[in-house]
């Protein structure tokens, strides 16, 4: 199995709702991503987890918060987003952080309205 | 700064040879993928190089110096479905922060 999934697909929220986006892979890797994509850009990154525990945070705002409840399952709470937060929002997964490929998910679209 | 640049587009014919190039700063360098990505979909793996030359897999190779600063990805054989955006994409340092570069998308013609 070597596949990052994710959910929902789609999700349409207004800005003072509160949401998850949930990431899951079976692989054994022990580095799970969070990236955010704006159309006809490249993924930037928001955070990392390395062995459950957050690594990076690039100075993401308050109002997206992540969570590793376990080294199969990735995390990302939404509240109080802005329309400019909408995105294409990627998880990815590898080995171990560090020089391994990142195996991407298919992503969830975020509209915030 | 950790600059990756590449050119925005490129079209090519069908059956030809592409070679996309990317340069980045090599300060804290720790390996370069290439990765591809069709309109509306995930990232998906292309390759992988950590030490100086070629890595060949299939119709797809990747070549790397790292004195220069420089990758570039080559197709050969191209087909419809190679028209996508590749994406450069460099590891720095520890932790596992990817940069990438802000993708080429690949027109091929029949």
């Known amino acids: 199995d070597t596949e990052v999934t994710q959910t929902p697909k789609h999700l349409v929220m207004g800005m003072t709702n509160k949401k998850s986006l949930k990431c899951e892979q079976h692989m054994g890797h022990r580095a799970m991503y969070w990236y955010k994509q704006k159309a006809k850009k490249p993924p930037e990154l928001m955070f990392v987890y390395s062995y459950e525990k957050l690594s990076i945070n690039e100075s993401v705002p308050s109002r997206f918060s992540p969570e590793c409840p376990n080294s199969s399952l990735l995390n990302l709470h939404l509240h109080a987003l802005q329309p400019e937060d909408s995105a294409l929002y990627l998880c990815?997964?590898?080995?171990?952080?560090?020089?391994?490929?990142?195996?991407f998910g298919p992503g969830t679209r975020l509209t915030v309205t | 700064g950790q600059n990756i640049d590449q050119p925005t587009e490129m079209t090519a014919t069908e059956g030809a040879i592409v070679q996309i190039n990317c340069t980045y700063q090599t300060s804290g360098f720790n390996g370069l993928f290439w990765y591809q990505q069709h309109a509306g979909e995930a990232p998906t793996f292309l390759s992988y190089n950590v030490l100086d030359g070629l890595e060949e897999k299939g119709r797809f190779s990747s070549f790397l110096s790292r004195s220069k600063g420089y990758s570039y990805l080559l197709l050969k054989e191209l087909q419809m479905k190679d028209s996508a955006s590749y994406l450069c994409a460099v590891i720095y340092n520890q932790g596992g922060k990817l940069i990438f570069g802000q993708g080429t998308e690949l027109s091929v013609k029949p």
């Open positions: 990815a997964s590898s080995q171990v952080p560090d020089s391994y490929e990142q195996y």
